[in-house]
């Protein structure tokens, strides 16, 4: 029987192979953001409640709760007579469409300040920011957590992936 732990560790490469399949199924679609994120937030929701957390995201029917405090998060509940208590969040993500730096930076500082097991931002095109996003996790003060950092290639049409 599998761990919560086990469970963690094979996020990063159940999030891949969601995000490689967004990828494959929108490459030459001519899609637009809006059309990305929404894809990739079904997909993602899907490998969270196939895990039994509570999704939490807007723009996807079927979402377990709307947006809260992140484009997306998963949590994991304790039942109690009062109300569900948050025990563990195993995946934040923030999205950001444009290629604009300062956008996708303000982004990733949210995941800079919260506590979860996967912290992943999804950016496209900038990948000499990855080098800068690798030493702003290195500078905080609780770098806890594992931060995926997946860029799309709009080139190649793949994602490109950084776990750091």
Not at 85 to 107: F, K
Not at 130 to 146: E, H, Q, R
Request: charged share 25%; hydrophobic share 40%.
């Amino acid at each position: 029987m599998k761990t919560i732990e086990d469970k963690l560790q094979s996020l990063p490469a159940e999030i891949k192979t969601a995000l490689n399949a967004v990828a494959k199924k929108l490459e030459t679609a001519g899609a637009s953001n809006g059309v990305w994120t929404k894809t990739i937030k079904k997909a993602l929701m899907k490998v969270g409640n196939d895990h039994g957390y509570v999704v939490c995201t807007s723009g996807v029917p079927k979402a377990d709760w709307g947006e809260w405090l992140y484009d997306m998060c998963w949590l994991k509940h304790k039942k109690d007579k009062v109300y569900d208590i948050p025990i563990n969040v195993p995946l934040i993500m923030e999205s950001e469409w444009a290629t604009n730096q300062e956008e996708i930076i303000v982004d990733f500082q949210k995941l800079l300040i919260c506590k979860a097991q996967t912290k992943l931002l999804i950016f496209q095109d900038n990948a000499d920011l990855v080098p800068y996003l690798k030493k702003s996790i290195k500078l905080w003060d609780d770098p806890a957590g594992t931060y995926l950092l997946a860029q799309y290639d709009n080139t190649r049409h793949v994602f490109q992936y950084t776990i750091v």
